[in-house]
């Protein structure tokens, strides 16, 4: 059995509103998992307003003492002048590393170290070192990449830049100015009544077959399935990347933290449960359809 490269657990920003206790008890577990790396802060909607940017850093300094790095997360639809005033905000300080949502934050972060977040979509290795050489030490890959182009990407990237690649949870696949949330209850974007927090995996929508389509969340529009590539983790460390990334959902976070430790341990993946109702997929990675689930 060949031996898996050590390798980076990250956890990705909270993409859903769930309330001020849930996300507190949330990271309590977190600070006592095998997680490496913790993404905080709100990068979807500035409306929801749970936890204010002092709150994110209180949890911030608990992961920390906890032996967690910690990295803050800006927005990634800057549309706003709070979106922008929070995206300096963030990008100037240095007590914490800065996941960029959006080039702004690069700007904003004057040559000082960043992680280039998924939405940056770096899919060439010119774009890496144009990253490389603007401060960036590590990037996540676009979401949909398959086996192939992420080890030509690999190829491609720059000596001292670390690739993370999302393995678990739904996929965050594009933004929008409206709110599909708000539309969906006949709501106007501000005048939303915070509907989100009803949904703590986001609003699954469904085709007229019934059949699991896409997750409607605020300005987000997620996958409907839920992305596993669990039993890809050893490929994708031997493949050459450093951190593996899970993005929290209601139910299995943890445990599928606990699976990439096993992975790393060099034990089998355990299964993980997912949120109720909610499938499976790993078709990117197979060059399918990224809804589509295919077992090793």
Known sequence: MEMTPPFLITLGPLLYYWPRQTVQAFYREVAASAVDVVYLGETVCLRRHVLRPADWLEIAAELAAAGKQVVLSTPTLVESGAAIQLTHKLAGQDNWLVEAGDLGAIRARGGRPFVAGPHLNAYHGDTLRWLAGLGACRFVAPLELNRTDLAALLAETPPGLQCEVMVWGRMPLAFSARCFTARHFDLSKDDCVFRCIEHPDGLAMRTQEDSEFLTLNGVQTQSGAVLDLLDQASELAQLGVAALRVSPQSQG??????????????????????????????????????NVWRER
Request: glycine share 16%; proline share 8%.
């Open 253 to 290: 976070t943890l445990q599928a933290i606990a699976a990439l430790a096993a992975v790393r341990a060099g034990q089998p993946v355990p299964s993980v449960m997912l949120p109720a109702g909610i499938g499976r997929c790993n078709g990117y990675w197979w060059g399918e359809s990224g």
